[in-house]
């Protein structure tokens, strides 16, 4: 059951036709089916049946406070990676009993946050980081849960600029030092162990490697407790691709079924961090045609969307697929489609296959509802997009459009000018 679909030769978004969206917000514009949310929400959930877990969405696919509300209201709590995340989250009610702080730089002004806060715990990424929390919960008067975000040196067979589980990357602590760290914070006062974390990387088609990470962590946690330190969670980070083109990732009932059955003797509550899993496919961005032009053998469709509004294009060469809004196009074209950026990387589409959009015309850029709002920018003084949630057959707007006094805010003019 999709619910961006054709009704006739219109585009929807539940019952709502997407044009009727951009006639009262404004293009470009996010917009998200609240029906898509929820069904991926209890997909991912119900693969894991009566096996205790915690859902801890990840914010910083898609952070408006909304869309976390809905999270909380099913039940879910978040990872984060910034006080700007926590203080989201918490704006919308999520129980700061279900937040796992995961991010190599976490300042001390953010895990003081952390730890008033009342999270579940930190996933703790460098020697020196166990060190500072411990430090500074000794300071508020505060025992931190802590997991060690351990790097099992897996390689996730995706983007390699989403690749995190690898030596290589920056993320977490190896698996040679993982267990003297464990140790070393075991005599902390102001620590208390309750986990182990990983977080391979983003977009898997596969689980291999996320069984492949466990069976890793596993002969840590053996070893741990060993040594007599015992751990409540196992938390197995996000990672789950969706299908964005030609892609086959897992179901989430078969990952769900693989991580299961290597977990389910460790007597451990499981974390998951999905992100994009959730929210990829719960939006699309639709934008609006402003003008074509030919050059040599080459169409390009010039919209008012840019990479400022979608980065993962410029940024990974990422496929976002794309769609009429209304179906009158003249046939098909190879085309690129570019957006107002004065940079030759503003694309959101390259030399594909694409409906023949003519000026004025809308298209809906697919998949954009995870890392698609949350990485704009301002770039060019473009003011960011609206987002816009769908239920059924009503709508709300659930971020307006900046306007060019928001881009201003907070600049100054010094006074010896
Ligand atoms: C620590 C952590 N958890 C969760 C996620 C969410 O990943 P995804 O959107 O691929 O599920 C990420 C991003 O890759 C991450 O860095
Ligand atoms: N932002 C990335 C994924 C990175 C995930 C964050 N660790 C994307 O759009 O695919």
Redesign the pocket.
């Known amino acids: 059951m999709h619910y961006f679909q054709y009704k006739g030769n219109e585009l929807y978004a539940e019952d709502i036709p997407i044009a009727d969206i951009v006639a009262a917000v404004g293009s470009p514009v996010f917009i998200y089916s609240q029906a898509t949310f929820e069904r991926h929400y209890k997909a991912f959930d119900e693969a894991f049946g009566q096996a205790p877990h915690t859902i801890c969405y990840?914010v910083?696919?898609n952070s408006n406070l909304a869309i976390l509300k809905l999270i909380a209201g099913l039940g879910g709590g978040v990872?984060i990676?910034s006080g700007g995340e926590l203080f989201r989250a918490l704006e919308a009610g999520v129980d700061p009993k279900k937040i796992v702080y995961?991010?190599v730089g976490k300042r001390d002004d953010e895990i003081e946050y952390a730890l008033r806060s009342d999270i579940l715990m930190f996933?703790v990424e460098s020697e020196q980081e166990i060190d500072r929390i411990n430090e500074i919960a000794g300071q508020v008067g505060k025992k931190a849960g802590i997991a060690l975000?351990v790097n099992p040196n897996v390689d996730p067979q995706t983007h390699p600029y989403?690749t995190?589980g690898l030596k290589k990357a920056k993320?977490g602590i190896t698996m040679e030092d993982a267990v003297a760290e464990y140790k070393r914070a075991a005599q902390m006062s102001n620590l208390e162990i309750l986990g182990i974390d990983c977080?391979i990387?983003?977009?898997?088609t596969n689980v291999e490697p996320f069984v492949d990470s466990i069976k890793k962590l596993k002969e840590l946690i053996s070893q741990l407790g060993e040594l007599g330190i015992e751990l409540k969670y196992l938390d197995l980070?996000?990672?789950?691709?969706i299908q964005y083109d030609a892609e086959d990732p897992p179901l989430p009932a078969d990952y769900g079924a693989a991580i299961q059955s290597e977990t389910k003797d460790l007597g451990l509550h499981l974390i998951f961090?999905?992100?994009?899993?959730i929210?990829?496919n719960a939006g699309i961005l639709a934008a609006k045609c402003l003008f074509t032009k030919e050059r040599d053998d080459k169409h390009f469709i010039i919209i008012d969307a840019g990479m400022n509004d979608l980065a993962r294009p410029a940024l990974y060469g990422s496929f976002h697929g794309v769609q009429p809004v209304v179906k009158d196009q003249d046939g098909m074209v190879a085309a690129d489609i570019v957006g107002p950026i004065c940079e030759t990387g503003d694309f959101l589409v390259k030399e594909r296959q694409v409906p023949m959009f003519k000026q004025g015309d809308l298209m809906a850029f697919m998949s954009a509802g995870?890392?698609g709002f949350t990485m704009s920018s301002n770039y060019n003084s473009r003011p960011r997009a609206a987002e816009v949630l769908v239920n059924g057959n009503r709508f709300a707007v659930i971020r307006e459009r900046e306007t060019v006094e928001d881009l201003i805010r907070g600049e100054s003019v010094p006074d010896w000018m």
Request: overall charge positive.
């Open positions: 990840s910083k696919a990872d990676v995961s991010g996933n975000r989403i995190t993320f977080h990387g983003s977009q898997l980070g996000g990672g789950l691709g961090e999905p992100g994009r899993n929210a990829g995870a890392y």
